[in-house]
């Protein structure tokens, strides 16, 4: 089950009680080809597919790794699902999710009808925009401009979205702006605890083109074949960045559970690139 530490001294105790366990985990998990486990999403037993081809170095990536077979889901999409599908919400009656195109948002979807779906189409559509994408109409909408009134949302979702976004504080304002008192932001991305600062990887210029000062880094995207540039790898001063942006609170949760197929990404070279399973609640 998630654990929700409220700080940044409560994450670390937890970090370092947890993480002998985790590393021994890990190094059995990589090397088994199906994992026996539980599916929080399917609600029932299943094999994960450990490796699904995303490497760091020679090994197995097992943030993106530990696929349930039967809904489609990999290791940090069926957290947040589980986050999400654990967190009270009572009452709440708008909603909505910066995806819409995926597994994740289908499963969401399904128990939670009235949550909105979305997708960012670039900047050239305006917030609420109904775009056409294979052959369906899809909401498009951007996490530092989104179509919604002050106030109107008991629940925002996003997914691996924030270290795609140069103005880090003005996507955090905007999630911030559009919720209800006593709603909530439940987010994942790639977030570094062993990382005191957050480490800009590049930045865009006034022509619109990126000055890169780490090594460019793109993930996967379902819209764009070349995949999305990395700005950021955030570290524990991003929970300050989220009070900052005028949240009540925020939690970070935690939960490294082998059954569930919950591990860290596997990173193998030094601490600061290890990424434990973890998901945010910021509350307004
Ligand atoms: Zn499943």
């Known amino acids: 089950m998630l654990s929700w530490y409220p700080d940044e001294a409560a994450l670390g105790a937890a970090l370092a009680y947890h993480r002998p366990a985790m590393d021994a985990a890990d190094a059995w998990v990589e090397v088994q080809e199906r994992l026996e486990g539980y599916c929080s999403v399917c609600q029932s037993r299943t094999a994960f597919q450990v490796n699904t081809g995303v490497m760091l170095g020679v090994h197995p990536s097992l943030r993106e790794g530990l696929l349930c077979p039967d809904c489609g889901l990999v290791n940090r999409n069926r957290l947040l699902y589980d986050a999400i ?17 995926t597994p994740l948002f289908v499963r969401l979807h399904a128990r939670m009808p009235w949550l909105e779906g979305s997708e960012y189409f670039g900047p050239a559509h305006a917030p609420g925009e109904w775009v056409s994408f294979k052959e369906v109409l899809v909401q498009h909408q951007s996490i ?4 919604h009134a002050d106030a109107s949302l008991d629940l925002l979702v996003h ?58 880094e793109y993930h996967g995207d379902g819209l764009r074949s070349e995949g999305i540039y990395t700005f950021f790898h955030f570290g524990m001063d991003f929970l300050g960045m989220v009070r900052a942006a005028g949240f009540a609170r925020v939690e970070v949760g935690m939960d490294f559970d082998v059954f569930r197929g919950y591990t860290t990404n596997n990173h193998r070279y030094g601490d600061e690139a290890l990424m434990p399973p973890i998901v945010f609640r910021a509350w307004a």
């Open 159 to 216: 997914n691996d979205v924030l270290e795609h976004v140069e103005d880090t504080a003005a996507a955090l304002a905007e999630c911030r702006r559009v919720l209800r008192a006593g709603g909530v932001c439940v987010f994942t991305m790639p977030f570094f605890p062993y990382r005191e600062h957050t480490l800009r990887r590049g930045r865009q210029l006034a022509d619109g083109s990126i000055e890169h000062i780490e090594p460019p």
């Open 85 to 101: 599908a654990s967190t009270p919400l009572h009452d709440a009656r708008r909603g909505l999710a910066l995806e819409a195109t």
């Open 144 to 147: 530092t401009a989104l179509g």
